[in-house]
């Protein structure tokens, strides 16, 4: 299993992908984004692995 170093919040990703943050935060919910914990409680917020949503940004922008 590859360790994570680096991780984000889905408003980060939806900023770094230039997406609208209910996007993104459909995207994390269907696993189009690297979701790599969702907390517990009443919000259950999506830990995105930031390397990966760099790298999908990176291809966005090509």
Do not use: F, H, N
Not at 10 to 19: N, P, R, T
Not at 43 to 62: F, I, N, P, Q
């Amino acid at each position: 299993m590859p360790v994570i170093t680096s991780v984000c919040s889905v408003s980060d990703a939806s900023a770094m992908l230039g997406l609208p943050l209910s996007t993104a935060q459909r995207w994390a919910r269907l696993g189009r984004l690297p979701v790599v914990a969702k907390m517990t409680g009443g919000t259950g917020a999506y830990v995105l692995d930031r390397t990966a949503v760099e790298a999908m940004a990176a291809e966005r922008a090509r």
